[in-house]
């Protein structure tokens, strides 16, 4: 779990990485990584903020194609070797369809 964990965090600080490349001198790179503790001082959430380029509405879908397909993968493994499944939305709380993007 701990090596899913950090692999999905850099996948994430990467892509601000990148987002930022191009940002001007006067704009500068910024990224913000934030933890969000639960009340047994584990990580509940990640919020990694950047100021670089956003993306579009066909390369944000893609994106969360993409994840979500590897995301059925591993519950799919998961459930096969025995395990709970993850929940797809980083907000416990949240019915949303991440592929809904309207």
Known sequence: EKRHFRLQSQKKID????ATRDNSKKDGRHIDVYFLFNESHKIQHICILDNGVGMDKTGLKS???????????EQDAAARDGQ????????????ADPLALN
């Open 15 to 18: 892509n601000s990485i990148s």
């Open 63 to 73: 994106y969360a194609t993409y994840n979500y397909s590897q995301h059925s993968r």
């Open 84 to 95: 709970p499944s993850i929940p797809v939305s980083l907000d416990e709380e949240s019915d």
